[in-house]
Protein backbone atom coordinates (compact mmCIF):
# COMPACT_ATOMS: atom_id res chain seq x y z
CA UNK A 1 0.00 0.00 0.00
CA UNK A 2 1.43 3.43 -0.51
CA UNK A 3 2.02 4.51 2.59
CA UNK A 4 2.35 8.34 1.81
CA UNK A 5 -1.15 8.66 0.93
CA UNK A 6 -2.16 7.23 3.86
CA UNK A 7 0.11 8.87 6.06
CA UNK A 8 -0.89 12.38 4.95
CA UNK A 9 -4.23 11.33 6.01
CA UNK A 10 -3.56 10.78 9.48
CA UNK A 11 -2.36 6.89 9.87
CA UNK A 12 -0.01 6.25 12.20
CA UNK A 13 0.83 3.23 14.46
CA UNK A 14 -1.60 3.42 16.39
CA UNK A 15 -4.25 2.00 14.05
CA UNK A 16 -1.73 0.10 12.09
CA UNK A 17 -0.80 -2.23 14.91
CA UNK A 18 -4.96 -3.06 15.14
CA UNK A 19 -4.46 -5.13 11.35
CA UNK A 20 -4.36 -8.66 11.23
CA UNK A 21 -2.69 -10.35 8.90
CA UNK A 22 -5.28 -10.95 6.92
CA UNK A 23 -6.76 -7.69 7.11
CA UNK A 24 -3.24 -6.04 5.89
CA UNK A 25 -3.23 -8.15 2.94
CA UNK A 26 -6.83 -8.16 1.94
CA UNK A 27 -8.37 -4.49 3.34
CA UNK A 28 -7.56 -0.77 2.73
CA UNK A 29 -7.99 1.76 5.39
CA UNK A 30 -9.46 4.86 4.67
CA UNK A 31 -10.25 8.04 6.84
CA UNK A 32 -14.01 9.44 7.26
CA UNK A 33 -13.94 12.80 5.68
CA UNK A 34 -17.51 13.79 6.30
CA UNK A 35 -20.77 11.93 7.10
CA UNK A 36 -23.99 12.66 5.94
CA UNK A 37 -27.26 10.97 6.80
CA UNK A 38 -27.04 7.89 4.70
CA UNK A 39 -23.36 8.38 3.40
CA UNK A 40 -20.07 8.51 4.34
CA UNK A 41 -17.36 10.17 2.46
CA UNK A 42 -14.27 8.59 2.77
CA UNK A 43 -10.79 8.61 1.43
CA UNK A 44 -7.45 6.16 1.18
CA UNK A 45 -5.14 5.30 -1.34
CA UNK A 46 -7.58 5.06 -4.05
CA UNK A 47 -8.88 8.39 -3.31
CA UNK A 48 -11.94 9.42 -2.32
CA UNK A 49 -15.27 7.52 -2.48
CA UNK A 50 -18.87 7.62 -0.61
CA UNK A 51 -20.14 4.81 1.10
CA UNK A 52 -23.09 4.24 2.55
CA UNK A 53 -23.76 3.76 5.91
CA UNK A 54 -25.26 0.05 5.82
CA UNK A 55 -27.83 -0.33 8.67
CA UNK A 56 -26.34 -2.50 11.17
CA UNK A 57 -23.96 0.92 11.80
CA UNK A 58 -27.73 2.37 11.87
CA UNK A 59 -29.02 0.34 14.57
CA UNK A 60 -25.57 0.14 16.69
CA UNK A 61 -25.13 2.00 19.75
CA UNK A 62 -23.58 5.99 18.90
CA UNK A 63 -20.20 5.15 19.83
CA UNK A 64 -20.11 2.64 17.74
CA UNK A 65 -21.17 4.17 14.66
CA UNK A 66 -18.25 6.24 12.58
CA UNK A 67 -17.79 9.97 12.88
CA UNK A 68 -15.65 11.76 11.06
CA UNK A 69 -12.13 11.34 11.91
CA UNK A 70 -12.63 7.46 11.79
CA UNK A 71 -10.46 5.45 10.36
CA UNK A 72 -12.26 2.00 8.56
CA UNK A 73 -11.26 -1.19 6.95
CA UNK A 74 -12.58 -1.49 3.68
CA UNK A 75 -12.95 -4.71 1.90
CA UNK A 76 -10.88 -5.66 -1.33
CA UNK A 77 -14.02 -5.00 -3.98
CA UNK A 78 -13.85 -1.49 -1.66
CA UNK A 79 -17.21 -1.57 -1.44
CA UNK A 80 -18.43 -2.26 2.08
CA UNK A 81 -17.04 -0.80 5.30
CA UNK A 82 -15.78 -4.43 7.69
CA UNK A 83 -14.82 -2.35 10.76
CA UNK A 84 -14.12 0.62 12.32
CA UNK A 85 -10.52 0.89 14.33
CA UNK A 86 -10.24 2.07 17.31
CA UNK A 87 -10.14 5.81 18.21
CA UNK A 88 -6.67 7.61 19.50
CA UNK A 89 -9.14 10.40 20.63
CA UNK A 90 -12.58 11.07 20.56
CA UNK A 91 -14.95 14.20 21.51
CA UNK A 92 -18.29 13.66 22.27
CA UNK A 93 -21.62 15.78 24.25
CA UNK A 94 -25.06 15.11 24.89
CA UNK A 95 -27.23 15.66 21.68
CA UNK A 96 -29.30 19.13 22.17
CA UNK A 97 -33.11 18.61 22.49
CA UNK A 98 -34.78 16.58 24.29
CA UNK A 99 -33.64 13.45 23.84
CA UNK A 100 -30.73 12.31 25.92
CA UNK A 101 -28.27 10.54 23.62
CA UNK A 102 -24.57 11.31 23.85
CA UNK A 103 -23.31 12.58 20.21
CA UNK A 104 -20.35 11.92 18.76
CA UNK A 105 -18.50 15.14 17.70
CA UNK A 106 -15.04 13.84 15.93
CA UNK A 107 -12.68 11.32 16.52
CA UNK A 108 -8.84 10.76 16.37
CA UNK A 109 -8.33 14.63 16.45
CA UNK A 110 -4.83 15.91 17.69
CA UNK A 111 -5.04 19.50 18.38
CA UNK A 112 -8.51 21.10 19.62
CA UNK A 113 -8.49 24.89 18.28
CA UNK A 114 -10.26 26.49 20.40
CA UNK A 115 -11.77 29.76 18.62
CA UNK A 116 -13.55 32.84 20.11
CA UNK A 117 -13.25 36.28 19.34
CA UNK A 118 -12.08 39.36 21.02
CA UNK A 119 -15.60 40.98 21.53
CA UNK A 120 -18.80 40.74 23.11
CA UNK A 121 -19.15 37.48 22.39
CA UNK A 122 -15.58 36.21 24.88
CA UNK A 123 -16.75 33.77 27.12
CA UNK A 124 -14.54 31.82 29.93
CA UNK A 125 -16.81 29.59 31.29
CA UNK A 126 -17.45 28.76 27.47
CA UNK A 127 -13.63 28.12 26.94
CA UNK A 128 -13.64 26.02 29.93
CA UNK A 129 -16.06 23.71 28.58
CA UNK A 130 -14.10 23.05 25.20
CA UNK A 131 -11.04 22.92 27.50
CA UNK A 132 -12.44 19.91 29.32
CA UNK A 133 -13.50 18.14 26.24
CA UNK A 134 -9.63 18.67 24.82
CA UNK A 135 -8.52 17.73 28.37
CA UNK A 136 -10.71 14.56 28.85
CA UNK A 137 -9.72 13.56 25.24
CA UNK A 138 -6.58 13.86 25.89
CA UNK A 139 -6.09 16.31 22.86
CA UNK A 140 -3.73 19.65 22.49
CA UNK A 141 -6.04 22.41 23.16
CA UNK A 142 -5.42 25.88 21.68
CA UNK A 143 -6.82 28.88 22.29
CA UNK A 144 -7.42 31.10 19.22
CA UNK A 145 -8.80 34.23 19.30
CA UNK A 146 -9.71 35.91 16.46
CA UNK A 147 -10.93 39.52 15.33
CA UNK A 148 -7.76 40.96 16.48
CA UNK A 149 -7.83 43.23 14.03
CA UNK A 150 -11.09 44.73 15.20
CA UNK A 151 -9.99 45.21 19.07
CA UNK A 152 -8.18 47.50 20.67
CA UNK A 153 -6.90 45.17 22.88
CA UNK A 154 -6.04 41.98 22.25
CA UNK A 155 -3.79 40.91 25.26
CA UNK A 156 -6.73 41.60 27.61
CA UNK A 157 -8.44 38.79 26.06
CA UNK A 158 -5.42 36.84 25.46
CA UNK A 159 -4.57 37.22 29.50
CA UNK A 160 -8.41 36.12 30.29
CA UNK A 161 -7.75 33.05 28.24
CA UNK A 162 -3.93 32.17 29.69
CA UNK A 163 -5.52 32.25 33.51
CA UNK A 164 -8.28 29.41 32.39
CA UNK A 165 -4.90 27.13 32.38
CA UNK A 166 -1.62 28.38 32.92
CA UNK A 167 0.00 24.90 30.55
CA UNK A 168 -2.54 25.94 27.39
CA UNK A 169 -1.18 27.91 24.18
CA UNK A 170 -2.98 31.27 23.27
CA UNK A 171 -2.86 33.52 20.38
CA UNK A 172 -4.85 36.53 19.06
CA UNK A 173 -4.69 36.84 14.91
CA UNK A 174 -6.86 38.11 12.45
CA UNK A 175 -8.58 35.33 10.89
CA UNK A 176 -8.56 36.38 7.23
CA UNK A 177 -4.93 37.13 7.43
CA UNK A 178 -2.89 35.07 5.30
CA UNK A 179 0.15 35.58 8.27
CA UNK A 180 -2.39 33.36 10.21
CA UNK A 181 -0.90 30.24 8.61
CA UNK A 182 2.54 30.80 10.01
CA UNK A 183 1.00 31.72 13.26
CA UNK A 184 -1.07 28.16 13.21
CA UNK A 185 1.95 26.05 11.25
CA UNK A 186 2.80 24.41 14.24
CA UNK A 187 0.13 22.32 14.52
CA UNK A 188 -0.93 21.64 10.74
CA UNK A 189 2.24 19.74 10.17
CA UNK A 190 1.48 16.35 7.95
CA UNK A 191 -0.51 13.73 9.21
CA UNK A 192 -1.90 16.11 12.24
CA UNK A 193 -5.48 16.24 12.72
CA UNK A 194 -7.02 19.66 13.73
CA UNK A 195 -10.59 20.40 15.19
CA UNK A 196 -12.26 23.67 15.34
CA UNK A 197 -14.77 24.28 17.79
CA UNK A 198 -16.42 27.38 18.91
CA UNK A 199 -20.06 29.66 18.67
CA UNK A 200 -21.31 30.94 15.53
CA UNK A 201 -19.38 33.48 14.09
CA UNK A 202 -16.23 33.13 15.45
CA UNK A 203 -13.95 32.71 12.15
CA UNK A 204 -14.00 29.09 12.44
CA UNK A 205 -14.73 28.61 8.90
CA UNK A 206 -12.53 31.65 7.85
CA UNK A 207 -9.36 30.38 9.35
CA UNK A 208 -10.25 27.25 7.56
CA UNK A 209 -9.89 29.01 4.35
CA UNK A 210 -7.01 31.13 5.14
CA UNK A 211 -5.12 28.10 5.42
CA UNK A 212 -6.62 26.12 3.00
CA UNK A 213 -5.67 29.42 0.82
CA UNK A 214 -8.90 28.94 -0.99
CA UNK A 215 -12.00 29.17 0.05
CA UNK A 216 -13.65 25.78 0.49
CA UNK A 217 -16.06 27.03 3.10
CA UNK A 218 -19.19 29.33 3.20
CA UNK A 219 -18.74 31.95 6.05
CA UNK A 220 -21.35 34.55 7.18
CA UNK A 221 -21.75 37.81 8.78
CA UNK A 222 -22.22 38.35 12.45
CA UNK A 223 -25.29 40.23 14.03
CA UNK A 224 -24.02 44.08 15.14
CA UNK A 225 -25.86 44.03 18.18
CA UNK A 226 -23.85 41.32 20.06
CA UNK A 227 -21.77 39.94 17.42
CA UNK A 228 -23.64 36.39 17.37
CA UNK A 229 -22.95 34.26 14.18
CA UNK A 230 -26.24 32.89 11.98
CA UNK A 231 -24.46 29.11 11.98
CA UNK A 232 -23.37 29.79 8.64
CA UNK A 233 -21.59 25.65 8.70
CA UNK A 234 -24.24 23.42 8.50
CA UNK A 235 -21.67 20.29 8.56
CA UNK A 236 -18.65 18.79 9.79
CA UNK A 237 -16.19 17.56 7.15
CA UNK A 238 -12.20 17.19 7.28
CA UNK A 239 -10.04 19.18 4.57
CA UNK A 240 -6.84 18.54 3.95
CA UNK A 241 -4.41 21.47 4.23
CA UNK A 242 -1.51 22.25 1.66
CA UNK A 243 0.59 22.19 4.61
CA UNK A 244 0.01 18.68 5.23
CA UNK A 245 -2.30 18.95 8.27
CA UNK A 246 -6.06 18.35 8.45
CA UNK A 247 -8.88 20.65 9.90
CA UNK A 248 -12.30 19.65 10.51
CA UNK A 249 -14.72 22.75 10.02
CA UNK A 250 -17.97 22.24 12.02
CA UNK A 251 -20.53 24.37 13.02
CA UNK A 252 -21.35 26.31 16.23
CA UNK A 253 -23.03 24.33 19.05
CA UNK A 254 -25.62 26.39 20.49
CA UNK A 255 -25.09 23.76 23.08
CA UNK A 256 -22.27 21.88 24.31
CA UNK A 257 -23.65 19.76 27.01
CA UNK A 258 -20.87 17.88 28.73
CA UNK A 259 -20.93 13.94 29.63
CA UNK A 260 -17.92 11.56 30.71
CA UNK A 261 -15.48 14.49 31.09
CA UNK A 262 -14.57 13.72 34.68
CA UNK A 263 -10.94 13.77 34.06
CA UNK A 264 -10.62 16.45 32.20
CA UNK A 265 -12.44 18.68 34.41
CA UNK A 266 -10.06 17.44 37.26
CA UNK A 267 -7.37 18.02 34.99
CA UNK A 268 -8.68 21.70 34.12
CA UNK A 269 -9.27 22.78 37.89
CA UNK A 270 -6.17 21.01 39.06
CA UNK A 271 -5.67 24.22 40.84
CA UNK A 272 -9.48 24.02 42.83
CA UNK A 273 -8.93 20.40 43.51
CA UNK A 274 -5.56 21.09 45.00
CA UNK A 275 -6.49 23.55 47.16
CA UNK A 276 -9.06 21.51 48.23
CA UNK A 277 -6.85 19.25 49.86
CA UNK A 278 -5.33 21.69 52.41
CA UNK A 279 -9.15 22.82 53.51
CA UNK A 280 -9.18 22.18 57.67
CA UNK A 281 -12.39 19.53 56.51
CA UNK A 282 -11.79 16.55 54.30
CA UNK A 283 -15.67 17.18 53.43
CA UNK A 284 -15.62 20.86 53.06
CA UNK A 285 -18.11 22.35 50.14
CA UNK A 286 -15.53 25.72 49.63
CA UNK A 287 -18.76 27.48 50.62
CA UNK A 288 -18.44 29.22 54.33
CA UNK A 289 -16.73 26.36 56.41
CA UNK A 290 -13.54 27.78 58.38
CA UNK A 291 -10.19 27.18 57.14
CA UNK A 292 -11.53 26.61 53.21
CA UNK A 293 -8.25 27.25 51.60
CA UNK A 294 -10.66 27.88 48.36
CA UNK A 295 -12.60 30.35 49.52
CA UNK A 296 -9.20 32.08 51.39
CA UNK A 297 -7.82 32.12 47.69
CA UNK A 298 -10.99 33.30 46.41
CA UNK A 299 -10.29 36.34 49.39
CA UNK A 300 -7.15 36.61 48.50
CA UNK A 301 -8.07 37.57 44.80
CA UNK A 302 -5.66 34.16 43.95
CA UNK A 303 -8.71 32.24 42.60
CA UNK A 304 -11.86 33.97 40.21
CA UNK A 305 -14.67 33.05 41.93
CA UNK A 306 -15.91 32.57 38.83
CA UNK A 307 -13.57 29.99 38.19
CA UNK A 308 -15.44 28.09 40.80
CA UNK A 309 -19.11 28.72 40.31
CA UNK A 310 -18.29 27.15 36.73
CA UNK A 311 -16.48 24.44 38.10
CA UNK A 312 -19.65 23.73 39.89
CA UNK A 313 -21.69 23.68 37.55
CA UNK A 314 -20.38 21.82 35.04
CA UNK A 315 -19.29 18.93 37.69
CA UNK A 316 -23.36 19.17 38.11
CA UNK A 317 -24.07 19.28 34.87
CA UNK A 318 -21.80 16.44 33.34
CA UNK A 319 -23.01 13.83 36.38
CA UNK A 320 -26.90 14.85 35.52
CA UNK A 321 -25.93 13.89 31.55
CA UNK A 322 -24.09 10.91 32.57
CA UNK A 323 -26.91 9.56 34.81
CA UNK A 324 -29.65 10.44 32.08
CA UNK A 325 -27.99 8.57 29.17
CA UNK A 326 -27.18 5.61 31.28
CA UNK A 327 -31.14 5.75 32.35
CA UNK A 328 -31.40 5.70 28.55
CA UNK A 329 -29.60 2.90 27.66
CA UNK A 330 -31.26 1.43 30.35
CA UNK A 331 -34.87 2.17 29.29
CA UNK A 332 -33.40 0.82 25.57
CA UNK A 333 -32.18 -2.52 26.77
CA UNK A 334 -35.78 -3.39 28.86
CA UNK A 335 -37.91 -2.26 25.23
CA UNK A 336 -35.47 -4.79 23.64
CA UNK A 337 -36.36 -7.45 26.07
CA UNK A 338 -39.76 -6.81 25.75
CA UNK A 339 -40.23 -6.67 22.32
CA UNK A 340 -38.32 -10.35 22.45
CA UNK A 341 -40.65 -11.71 24.92
CA UNK A 342 -43.65 -10.18 22.82
CA UNK A 343 -42.29 -12.09 19.74
CA UNK A 344 -42.16 -15.32 21.79
CA UNK A 345 -45.13 -15.34 23.65
CA UNK A 346 -46.86 -14.99 19.64
CA UNK A 347 -45.06 -17.48 18.35
CA UNK A 348 -45.61 -19.64 21.23
N1 LIG B 1 -12.22 41.40 10.91
C1 LIG B 1 -12.30 40.08 11.08
N2 LIG B 1 -13.40 39.43 10.70
C2 LIG B 1 -13.46 38.10 10.91
C3 LIG B 1 -12.39 37.39 11.52
N3 LIG B 1 -12.75 36.09 11.62
C4 LIG B 1 -13.98 35.99 11.08
N4 LIG B 1 -14.41 37.18 10.64
C5 LIG B 1 -15.73 37.47 10.02
O1 LIG B 1 -16.73 36.96 10.89
C6 LIG B 1 -17.84 36.44 10.16
C7 LIG B 1 -18.18 35.03 10.58
O2 LIG B 1 -17.12 34.15 10.26
P1 LIG B 1 -17.33 32.59 9.96
O3 LIG B 1 -15.97 32.07 9.57
O4 LIG B 1 -18.45 32.35 9.03
O5 LIG B 1 -17.71 32.05 11.39
P2 LIG B 1 -17.95 30.51 11.85
O6 LIG B 1 -17.26 30.36 13.17
O7 LIG B 1 -17.55 29.58 10.78
O8 LIG B 1 -19.53 30.49 12.08
P3 LIG B 1 -20.59 29.26 11.94
O9 LIG B 1 -20.28 28.52 10.67
O10 LIG B 1 -21.90 29.96 11.91
O11 LIG B 1 -20.43 28.42 13.17
C8 LIG B 1 -17.43 36.56 8.68
O12 LIG B 1 -18.03 37.73 8.16
C9 LIG B 1 -15.93 36.70 8.72
O13 LIG B 1 -15.41 37.43 7.64
C10 LIG B 1 -11.22 38.12 11.94
O14 LIG B 1 -10.27 37.61 12.52
N5 LIG B 1 -11.25 39.48 11.70
MG1 LIG C 1 -18.57 28.12 9.76
ZN1 LIG D 1 -12.84 24.31 51.26
Not at 151 to 179: F, G, M, R, W
Request: hydrophobic share 35%; with cysteine; charged share 20%.
Amino acid sequence: MSQDTLISLGWRNFFQQQLSLDELESSSPMRVMGVERSELTVAGEQGIQRQPIETHWQQAPTAARPTVGDWLLVDETGHSPTRLLDRQSLFKRRAAGERSNEQLIAANVDTLFIVSSCNADFNASRIERYLALAFEAQVTPVIVLTKADACEDPAVYEEQAQALHSSCVVLSLNALATTSQNALAPWCAVGQTIALLGSSGVGKSTLVNTLMQTEVAATGGIREADAKGRHTTTNRSLHQLPSGGLILDSPGMRELQLTDVHSGLSALFEDIELLGQQCRFGDCEHASEPGCAVQAAIAADKLDPRRLSNYYKLLREEAHNNMSIAERHAKSRQFAKQVKQHKKTNRG
